[in-house]
């Protein structure tokens, strides 16, 4: 049982560049989350998929994509990366009735 | 929209006395389930405690409490007889239910709060 895995752990891109950041969940959790967490700063959260089929806007979505690919799989993609998405991505999952998210080890994006 | 808040920003700790960290929160959602994560400097999210909206007594885990006060929408965690081990950073978090009611919708963190425990 693996929990949630990101992937990569650690990216650096250059301005202009895009990628697609890999969240998968293990545990038949409905709704997943993708979080950015700057120096000395809490999450924000860039967006979240309720169930599988949906998505929607959080705190800070501008610049992001998501795709909730199935049950298991959301990912997050910057297009265009720029140096203001330099941080630490955490992607979490949940159930419902359950009384905890569990969080992937966070994916450390670097935009020169 | 829901919003959750920590207002402070760091607190120090002598070890093996109790700490309270405060949170408060605002939500229009009746229905709603307040949390405690631990960032150790590794970097990693540690669930603490777990408190529902409709839950008559406050959680406790361990050395950890929640003091849950509804009409105040506070949600403060108590940590008795701290170590140096409790050192890192403490985020208080909310979900609320999606539209339908049937998934969990935003789960939105506080700034957090930095504990530093001194021996």
């Known amino acids: 049982n693996a929990g949630v ?45 309720a169930s599988e ?17 199935n049950k298991r799989e959301f990912s997050l993609r910057l297009e265009s990366a720029a140096p203001s998405q330099t941080s630490v991505y955490f ?5 419902i009735g359950h009384t905890e998210a569990f969080f992937g080890q966070g994916t450390r994006l670097t935009v020169v | 929209a829901q919003k959750i808040t920590q207002t402070q920003p760091g607190m120090f700790v002598q070890e093996k006395e109790a ?11 009746p229905s709603y389930g307040l949390f405690w994560y631990k960032q150790p400097s590794s970097g990693e999210m ?20 929640l003091n849950f006060q509804k009409a105040r929408k506070s949600a403060n965690l108590v940590i008795s007889a701290s170590q140096l081990g409790d050192s890192a950073m403490y985020f208080c978090a909310m979900r609320e239910m999606d539209a339908g ?8 963190f506080g700034q957090g709060t930095i504990l530093t425990v001194h021996p």
Not at chain 1, 54 to 65: I, M
Not at chain 1, 91 to 95: T, V
Not at chain 2, 19 to 29: A, E, I, N, Q, R
Not at chain 2, 49 to 63: F, K, L
Request: hydrophobic share 25%; net charge neutral.
């Open chain 2, 101 to 108: 009611g049937t998934s969990y919708g935003k789960l939105t």
């Open chain 1, 53 to 69: 089929g949906t998505t929607d806007k959080g705190e800070v979505p501008n610049g992001y994509n998501v795709s909730r690919l």
């Open chain 1, 91 to 95: 992607c979490a999952s949940f159930k």
């Open chain 2, 46 to 65: 540690i669930f603490l405690i777990y408190q529902g909206s409709y839950d008559q007594q406050n959680a406790t885990e361990g050395r950890y409490s």
């Open chain 1, 5 to 49: 895995t990101q992937t990569p752990k650690f990216q650096v891109l250059k301005t202009g560049q895009s990628m697609t950041l890999q969240c998968a969940q293990d545990m038949n959790h409905n709704s997943m989350y993708w979080y950015r967490q700057d120096p000395g700063m809490g999450l924000r959260l860039i967006y979240y998929s």
């Open chain 2, 19 to 29: 700490v309270t960290l405060d949170c408060t929160y605002d939500t229009s959602d």
